[in-house]
C-alpha cells in the first residue's frame, strides 16, 4: 500500500514529505497525538476574579484571553488535522485548496493583540529567584526551579485570588501571575504543558507596554512551530494553542463542529460571546471523543463537500455581532511571525480566500529549514533581537506587505479546472484515505454570504486590482537565519 497512489505529478512543493506522517500512514503505521493542556484555575473561577485585577489585563492586552474556555481537546481531531499540515508552506492542505491560522483568527478567537512589536529580547536572568521576587513578591521554592523555568502549578496554586486589602503593587503582581500562567498553560504550551519559561516575565515587567507587543503573532508563531514538529510519526505529545486550533477547525469545518445553542441578545451585549472562542462551550450536542476515530475525521476530511468549509466564517451573522474588537490590517499581511527564537511565516497570500480574495497561484514558499534549527536549547544567552534582525525588520514593515486582491463573487470555492485548482492538483496531496474521490460537482459561486448592513465585522475585503503583494522578493534567507 506504499504511498497510496495519492502523491501530486509535482513533488517540488512537498520537499519534506519523506518526514511527513502520511508517508507513514501509507506504511501502515498510524499514530495519535496526545496535546498537553494545564488545569487553570482562573479560567475556572472567572466570576470571583478581583475587578481590579482584570482592569490591569485589559490594560495589557490579555482582558479577553482570561474568558478563554478551559474546554477539552479532541486528541484524534488534533491528529487527523496534523496529517494535513505542511511545514513548506505553514498551511494546512485540503481536497478545496490550502487553509491555515491566520493572524484574523487568533484576533477573533482569542482576543488577543496582533498589530505592535516582535515579542523578543533577553531569555535569561542573572539570579531568577531574585527575578520572580521582583515582578510577582513571591520567592518561589527551588524545588519548582528548573534552568530558567518554573512549574505552571505553582504559580496556578500560588495566585488564585487575590487579598482584599492588596495594594496597587500587589494587583500588578496578581496581573503578571495570571497573564504567566495563561502563557504557559493554554496560549503557548510546551509538549508537557508544566513550564514557563522566565523570558515571559521579562516582557511583563512594565504592564504600561505589554499591550504593544503583538502577543497574536507570538502564539501563532509557536503554535506553528509545534504543528511542524507534530507532522513526525514520532511526536506523541505537542504543544502549542490547541484550543485555539479545535475552535478554528470547528468554525470553518461544518461536519466536526459541535451543535451550538446560539447565544441571546443580552448575552452578547453582556459580552459573552468574546473572545469567540467562548461561544463553543454554549454546545447543545457534544461529538463524543470516543466516537470518532482518527481514521473517521481523515475520512471527513477527505470526503469534504464545498458547502462544508466556510472560508469566511466570521461574516455570519451569529459570529460577527459577537466580535467587540476592530481587527487590524495586519491580519492579511504576509511577514514573518517571531517570538524569541521561533520565526515562522504568515503566508496570507496562500489563503486569500480567508480574506474574502480571489486565490490565485501562489510563489514559492519561503524556505525556514535553517531557521527551524533554532531555538532556546543551549543559546539562552544568544541575542535575539540581533540574531532575527532581518525577520524584524520586514515585520516592522508589515503595513507594506498586507496581501491585496479582488474580492471573490460566490463562496471562494474553485472548480477543478480551474488554473489554481490544477496548479493545487499537481503539487500536493488533496486525500489521504485510500477510497477517496474528488468531488467536485457541489458549488456555489453565484450566492454571497449574507452579511447584514448593522453588523460590527466585515472582514478586510479590498475594491483594489487582482494584485499580489508576494513576500518573495524581499524575503529571501537572511545570514541571521543560517546559524
Not at 23 to 44: C, F, K, T
Not at 88 to 105: A, M, R, S
Request: proline share 7%; charged share 20%.
Amino acid at each position: 500500500m506504499a504511498q497510496n497512489g495519492r502523491l501530486p505529478r509535482d513533488m517540488s512543493l512537498l520537499r519534506l514529505q519523506h518526514e511527513h506522517i502520511t508517508h507513514d500512514l501509507w506504511e501502515g503505521r498510524e499514530r495519535v497525538l496526545r496535546p498537553r493542556r494545564a488545569g487553570v484555575w482562573i479560567l475556572n473561577n472567572q466570576d470571583i476574579l478581583d475587578p481590579r485585577v482584570i482592569n490591569l489585563m485589559h490594560q495589557a492586552g490579555f482582558g479577553h484571553a482570561v474568558y478563554i474556555p478551559d474546554m477539552d481537546v479532541n486528541h484524534f481531531l488534533i491528529s487527523s488535522l496534523l496529517e494535513r499540515w505542511r511545514s513548506e508552506t505553514h498551511t494546512f492542505h485540503l481536497p478545496h485548496g490550502e487553509t491555515t491560522v491566520t493572524l484574523e483568527d487568533v484576533a477573533v478567537l482569542l482576543g488577543l493583540p496582533i498589530d505592535g512589536d516582535v515579542v523578543t529580547g533577553p531569555t535569561t536572568v542573572q539570579d531568577i529567584f531574585a527575578t520572580f521576587h521582583e515582578h510577582l513578591g513571591v520567592i518561589p521554592p527551588p524545588t519548582v526551579i528548573r534552568g530558567n523555568s518554573i512549574r505552571v502549578s505553582w504559580l496556578n496554586s500560588t495566585f488564585q485570588q487575590l487579598p482584599p486589602n492588596a495594594n496597587n503593587e500587589v494587583i500588578a503582581q496578581y496581573a503578571r501571575a495570571y497573564i504567566l500562567t495563561l502563557i504557559g498553560s493554554i496560549l503557548r504550551p510546551d509538549t508537557s504543558a508544566a513550564r514557563v519559561h522566565v523570558m515571559y516575565l521579562l516582557r511583563l515587567a512594565d504592564l504600561n507596554v505589554v499591550r504593544n507587543y503583538s502577543w497574536g503573532s507570538a502564539v501563532r508563531a509557536c503554535l506553528y512551530r509545534c504543528l511542524a514538529h507534530g507532522i513526525h510519526l514520532r511526536q506523541e505529545n505537542i504543544g502549542g494553542c490547541m484550543i485555539l486550533l479545535q475552535c478554528w477547525a470547528w468554525e470553518r469545518i461544518t461536519t466536526i463542529a459541535p451543535q451550538l445553542q446560539p447565544l441571546s441578545d443580552q448575552e452578547v451585549a453582556d459580552g459573552d460571546g468574546f473572545p469567540v472562542c467562548r461561544r463553543w462551550m454554549n454546545v447543545t450536542h457534544r461529538i463524543n471523543p470516543a466516537s470518532i476515530s482518527v481514521t473517521e475525521f481523515r475520512l471527513r476530511f477527505d470526503q469534504l463537500r464545498t458547502r462544508q468549509f466556510l472560508w469566511r466564517p466570521y461574516i455570519r451573522q451569529e459570529v460577527s455581532r459577537l466580535i467587540v474588537v476592530d481587527i487590524p490590517s495586519v491580519s492579511r499581511a504576509t511577514v514573518p511571525i517571531i517570538c524569541f527564537a521561533t520565526v515562522e511565516i504568515h503566508q496570507a497570500y496562500r489563503v486569500m480566500r480567508q480574506f474574502g480574495l480571489r486565490q490565485n497561484i501562489p510563489p514559492e514558499p519561503v524556505n525556514l529549514d535553517q531557521v527551524h534549527r533554532d531555538d532556546l536549547r543551549g543559546r539562552n544567552d544568544r541575542d535575539w533581537v540581533g540574531h532575527h534582525h532581518h525577520w524584524i525588520t520586514i515585520w516592522n514593515d508589515r503595513e507594506n506587505r498586507i496581501v491585496q486582491g479582488t474580492p471573490f463573487s460566490g463562496n471562494g470555492h474553485l472548480r477543478d479546472e480551474t488554473p489554481y485548482m490544477q496548479w493545487y492538483i499537481n503539487h500536493t496531496i488533496r486525500y489521504i484515505s485510500p477510497s477517496t474521490e474528488s468531488s467536485d460537482d457541489e458549488y456555489d459561486m453565484s450566492q454571497q454570504p449574507s452579511q447584514p448592513a448593522s453588523q460590527p465585522y466585515t472582514g478586510h475585503v479590498g475594491s483594489s486590482p487582482d494584485f499580489i503583494h508576494h513576500p518573495q522578493p524581499f524575503f529571501g534567507q537572511s545570514p541571521m537565519g543560517q546559524g
